[in-house]
């Protein structure tokens, strides 16, 4: 797909800012106390361990971990302020720093809509697979967050290594994703060191990046706390995000919800920062509200947009990258509520200065599906989210006041230079909004219909890997637990 006004070292745009400087500092004071006096439950050994050495009140018993304020701050003022993603071509780096803003897939579905039938069907590798190369050739999806799960794969151990290659064999761009066991951890560990080239070279650009999880409210797992330590040893960036929602694993009122979103996420970061100094750990926020007449989790409420700002906010008070939601719906197919919702949630966080905003592309249903067409649509979406980032230019050249003088009233524009200079950079320019008049627009060339073509063109190009030969073969006989598919088949 051609370039549309993508940016890809990410605008600086905190221009939606729902908390005040009052509310910063007191939800900041406030995430400071609820660690000093009620804590996390820790239960993996190694963060434990970490975090009593440094001067965490520990008990053995309970397993409850309080943090002194001044071990919080040290652990904050240790993590570097900007991280870099690397692109294994070198094309689409992501720099997370200050407020600047990336978009990227994720979600770890568990269906997708098939792009044959429209059917909802359980995930596969393929599905895995076809994402990656989708994203591949999206301009404004600047990273690929695996947002798929690959329900064929039964044994645990095994699920990792399989994201992660066929990830890495469709897309150059870089590679993020949630792990589910320790070995396979450890396995993706191996598969990415091959591909760098070596501990080092992974180290000094990291093409991939992991997401653990901090378990609201409030609790360190054994499972995702011992991943989250090990990778903090390798010096790898991994995500320490938190989940809570309102009403039932935070207080209702959003507010609430913001203070356990930081006071979470800081905990982590100081667990990453115990386990290795310096490490590059993110934060991360994906909460939302519920249905209130359910309970259940919702994923397209406009409060979630809200909620994910205001993180962005606090991120920013405390200079730690940040890694958030947007983009998201309830909707079960795509509609007129897929589209609202979506683009709703993406222009708000987006505007808030969140630096690497998942799930943002494809996600409906309450995070549970992947569409293709939607992946396709969000792109666009995306692309008029970035014009928006990249604001009015006001300069002499732009305001082209002696242009106006030398032109006089009455005059036109539409042959002069500063036209042609100017035009293809002004304006974003759609390739799936239908802009024609009623005379010569066709009812079936909307911009669904376009984003179908899109997805039917990338499933029907002669596939390749985006490994060479010899390291893909190499790969696949190191791991012979990889479900290998037939790229032309996807």
């Given at each position: 797909?051609k370039n549309i006004?993508?940016n890809?070292n990410?605008?600086i745009?905190p221009?939606?800012?729902?908390?005040d400087e009052?509310a910063?500092r007191?939800?900041?004071?406030?995430?400071f106390?609820v660690?000093?006096k009620s804590?996390?439950?820790?239960?993996s050994k190694t963060?434990?361990e970490?975090?009593?050495?440094a001067?965490a009140e520990?008990?053995g018993e309970t397993?409850?971990v309080r943090?002194p304020?001044?071990?919080?701050?040290d652990a904050?003022?240790?993590?570097?302020?900007?991280i870099t993603?690397?692109?294994?071509?070198?094309?689409?780096?992501v720099?997370l720093?200050?407020?600047?803003?990336?978009?990227?897939t994720?979600g770890?579905a568990?269906?997708?809509?098939?792009?044959?039938?429209g059917?909802?069907r359980p995930?596969?590798?393929?599905d895995?697979?076809?994402n990656?190369r989708?994203?591949q050739?999206l301009?404004?999806?600047h990273a690929f967050?695996i947002?798929?799960?690959?329900n064929?794969?039964?044994?645990?151990?095994h699920i990792?290594a399989?994201?992660f290659?066929?990830a890495?064999?469709?897309?150059t761009?870089?590679v993020?994703g949630?792990?589910?066991s320790l070995?396979g951890?450890k396995?993706?560990l191996?598969?990415?060191r091959m591909i760098a080239g070596?501990?080092?070279q992974?180290?000094?650009?990291p093409?991939v990046?992991f997401?653990?999880?901090?378990i609201?409210p409030?609790k360190?797992?054994?499972a995702?706390g011992?991943?989250a330590?090990?990778l903090?040893r390798?010096?790898?960036?991994v995500?320490v995000?938190t989940e809570?929602i309102?009403g039932t694993t935070s207080?209702?009122?959003?507010?609430?919800?913001?203070?356990t979103h930081?006071?979470e996420?800081l905990?982590?970061i100081?667990?990453?920062q115990?386990v290795?100094?310096g490490?590059?750990?993110?934060?991360?926020?994906v909460?939302?509200?519920?249905?209130?007449?359910t309970?259940?989790?919702?994923g397209g409420?406009i409060?979630?947009?809200?909620?994910?700002?205001?993180v962005?906010?606090?991120?920013?008070h405390?200079?730690?990258?940040?890694?958030?939601?947007?983009?998201?719906?309830d909707a079960?197919?795509?509609n007129v509520?897929?589209?609202f919702?979506?683009?709703m949630?993406s222009?708000?966080v987006a505007?808030s200065?969140a630096?690497?905003?998942h799930?943002?592309a494809?996600?409906?249903?309450?995070?549970?599906?992947?569409?293709?067409?939607?992946?396709?649509?969000d792109n666009?979406i995306?692309?008029?989210?970035?014009?928006?980032?990249?604001g009015?230019?006001?300069n002499?050249?732009?305001l082209?006041?002696n242009?106006?003088?030398?032109?006089?009233?009455?005059?036109d524009?539409?042959?002069?230079?500063?036209t042609?200079?100017?035009?293809?950079?002004?304006?974003?320019?759609p390739?799936?909004?239908?802009r024609d008049k009623r005379e010569?627009?066709s009812p079936?060339?909307?911009?669904?219909?376009?984003?179908?073509?899109?997805?039917s063109e990338i499933?029907?190009?002669?596939p390749?890997?985006t490994?060479?030969?010899?390291l893909?073969?190499?790969?696949?006989e190191?791991f012979?637990?990889?479900?290998?598919i037939?790229?032309?088949?996807v």
């Amino acid at each position: 797909m051609k370039n549309i006004s993508t940016n890809i070292n990410g605008p600086i745009a905190p221009l939606y800012a729902p908390l005040d400087e009052n509310a910063v500092r007191r939800i900041a004071d406030a995430a400071f106390e609820v660690l000093a006096k009620s804590g996390m439950a820790v239960y993996s050994k190694t963060a434990f361990e970490a975090l009593r050495a440094a001067g965490a009140e520990v008990d053995g018993e309970t397993r409850i971990v309080r943090m002194p304020k001044a071990l919080v701050e040290d652990a904050v003022a240790s993590n570097p302020s900007s991280i870099t993603l690397c692109s294994r071509d070198g094309k689409n780096d992501v720099v997370l720093e200050s407020s600047r803003v990336h978009y990227s897939t994720g979600g770890t579905a568990i269906y997708v809509l098939d792009p044959d039938t429209g059917d909802r069907r359980p995930s596969t590798v393929e599905d895995v697979a076809l994402n990656a190369r989708i994203v591949q050739v999206l301009d404004n999806i600047h990273a690929f967050t695996i947002n798929v799960f690959p329900n064929e794969i039964e044994d645990k151990n095994h699920i990792d290594a399989n994201r992660f290659f066929h990830a890495f064999d469709n897309t150059t761009k870089h590679v993020m994703g949630g792990i589910y066991s320790l070995d396979g951890c450890k396995d993706v560990l191996r598969m990415a060191r091959m591909i760098a080239g070596g501990e080092k070279q992974l180290r000094e650009r990291p093409f991939v990046s992991f997401i653990t999880l901090i378990i609201s409210p409030f609790k360190i797992d054994k499972a995702y706390g011992e991943m989250a330590c090990c990778l903090a040893r390798e010096g790898l960036p991994v995500v320490v995000p938190t989940e809570p929602i309102c009403g039932t694993t935070s207080p209702i009122t959003l507010a609430g919800n913001v203070l356990t979103h930081i006071a979470e996420t800081l905990g982590g970061i100081a667990m990453v920062q115990c386990v290795n100094r310096g490490a590059p750990g993110i934060c991360g926020g994906v909460g939302s509200i519920t249905n209130l007449n359910t309970m259940d989790h919702l994923g397209g409420p406009i409060e979630r947009a809200m909620i994910n700002a205001a993180v962005a906010q606090m991120a920013q008070h405390f200079q730690i990258p940040l890694y958030s939601t947007g983009g998201t719906t309830d909707a079960k197919e795509m509609n007129v509520q897929a589209a609202f919702e979506s683009a709703m949630s993406s222009l708000l966080v987006a505007m808030s200065g969140a630096n690497y905003i998942h799930d943002i592309a494809g996600l409906m249903e309450s995070d549970l599906t992947v569409s293709y067409e939607k992946l396709v649509v969000d792109n666009e979406i995306l692309g008029m989210c970035q014009r928006v980032l990249r604001g009015i230019e006001v300069n002499d050249d732009t305001l082209a006041a002696n242009l106006m003088i030398e032109k006089g009233p009455g005059a036109d524009f539409m042959v002069e230079d500063h036209t042609l200079r100017h035009m293809r950079r002004e304006f974003f320019v759609p390739e799936l909004a239908n802009r024609d008049k009623r005379e010569t627009w066709s009812p079936n060339d909307d911009a669904l219909a376009r984003a179908k073509t899109i997805v039917s063109e990338i499933r029907s190009a002669p596939p390749e890997s985006t490994l060479p030969d010899e390291l893909r073969g190499q790969l696949l006989e190191m791991f012979p637990e990889i479900r290998t598919i037939d790229l032309c088949c996807v």
